[in-house]
């Protein structure tokens, strides 16, 4: 999944601070919602949705601020993507001096919200119908040496890969690709997984540490980013540096379809256990997933805080979800509604700051639930409809930045 970037320059965020301050305006009509593909936005009065008054959204606030002072996707999203980058830096200014306790007047005053719903007829359940996933970061054992129970490589992204812009094409490849080898006469088709596996990189790649197998590199491919616990004790982290641009095939799905797994629970502890007891079958099927991931690697500086994302900050769990960011721009915030496992209300607000090769769509999310073996029980079982409420910047030169009372300093 993610392998799992809006962000917000901090130059645009300083360039916006001048936004003026002003107490929020509920009876103030929404403006006219973007046109999104494959949804219809209707808008919504926030401080009527149920749970809202018992999310915390202080802690989506921390998450909001956090992205907005990233330096954004690299690449950059497209010029398309809804959400105004203007906007989301006068809000991020605003957000800056928003009071503790005060979180929810500044999202009221600051945002327009949308539900996010099917353009087809049906009934409303139906067209509010959207799916939400979690995912989570591995914690890995693994060495900075090959040898005994460290057999699987890590690899570093190739002097030969070059990736893909959203919406950039090639001349000869496929657009269906987002990634291309270069070669003399222009870009070709990346290896695929086989093929890599097979030797296709040669010197053009290099070995960062080793997993013992790999099902551990696999989970740390579909993951897209992981904790390694080296020998010493020492932690390390490592990052999402590129992929081969080939499609992407869920194992979990081949699982079913050949009758070696049921759906019903079939959770990551349930499949690597699989893959595991039958090597053979192990090797076919990872294999017919085309899709492989390279990383770096950087040292763990706060252990609270998971990986970057595809906005460029480190992802806080529970309030970080990867979108479509094809669709939505980064920094976006998002309220969830539905019931969450360990979640006492009825809905969630999070942030969009990551995306994932099969988080496609305007109802599509996959919530970062945070690190280790117990995150990633939570992440298996987070598979459910959910309803996709967006909320928008309100235009820069409207005076409803924050509430009055949010005057104070506050984390940038």
């Not at 010029?79 to 105004?84: D, I, K, N, S």
Request: hydrophobic share 40%; charged share 20%; aromatic share 6%.
């Amino acid at each position: 999944m993610p392998s799992r970037r809006v962000s917000l320059p901090a130059a645009a965020v300083l360039a916006a601070a001048a936004v003026s301050v002003a107490a929020p305006c509920l009876a103030e009509p929404s403006p006219a919602p973007p046109q999104v593909p494959g949804a219809v936005l209707e808008p919504v009065v926030l401080a009527a949705l149920p749970g809202w008054r018992e999310d915390d959204a202080g802690a989506a606030l921390d998450a909001f601020r956090r992205t907005c002072a990233g330096p954004g996707p690299n690449p950059p999203q497209a010029a398309g993507v809804t959400g105004t980058p203007a906007d989301l830096a006068a809000a991020c200014a605003s957000a800056a001096a928003v009071r503790p306790g005060e979180a929810k007047k500044f999202f009221e005053a600051r945002f327009s919200a949308y539900r996010i719903v099917r353009p087809a007829s049906g009934t409303e359940p139906e067209r509010r119908a959207g799916f939400l996933t979690g995912y989570f970061e591995p914690e890995l054992t693994g060495s900075l040496e090959p040898g005994p129970g460290y057999t699987a490589a890590v690899l570093a992204r190739p002097d030969d890969l070059v990736s893909l812009a959203p919406g950039e094409t090639a001349p000869g490849l496929d657009p269906a690709y987002r990634a291309g080898r270069r070669t003399e006469t222009g870009l070709v088709p990346y290896p695929d997984r086989a093929a890599i596996e097979d030797g296709a990189l040669g010197a053009r790649t290099r070995p960062l540490l080793w997993l013992r197998d790999s099902v551990d590199l696999f989970v740390l491919q579909v993951q897209g980013s992981g904790r390694v616990r080296l020998p010493d004790g020492r932690s390390m982290r490592v990052l999402y540096d590129g992929k081969n641009g080939q499609p992407y095939t869920s194992i979990g799905k081949l699982l079913v379809a050949e009758g070696h797994l049921p759906i019903n629970g079939l959770s990551l502890e349930r499949w690597t256990s699989w893959l595991r007891a039958n090597p053979d079958h192990a090797r076919r099927l990872m294999r017919m997933n085309a899709s492989y991931i390279f990383f770096r690697t950087e040292p763990v500086t706060d252990p609270t805080l998971g990986p970057p994302g595809a906005a460029g900050v480190p992802l806080s769990p529970g309030r970080s979800m990867a979108v479509d960011g094809g669709l939505w721009r980064y920094g976006l915030p998002f309220w969830l509604e539905g019931k969450l496992p360990g979640q006492p209300g009825r809905g969630h607000l999070v942030v969009a700051a990551d995306t994932g090769s099969a988080i496609v769509g305007p109802a599509r999310g996959d919530l970062y639930v945070g690190t280790g073996a117990a995150a990633g029980r939570a992440a298996g079982d987070l598979h459910d409809r959910m309803g996709f409420v967006v909320l928008i910047p309100k235009p820069s030169a409207q005076d409803t930045a924050a509430p009055e009372a949010a005057t104070g300093a506050g984390r940038p």
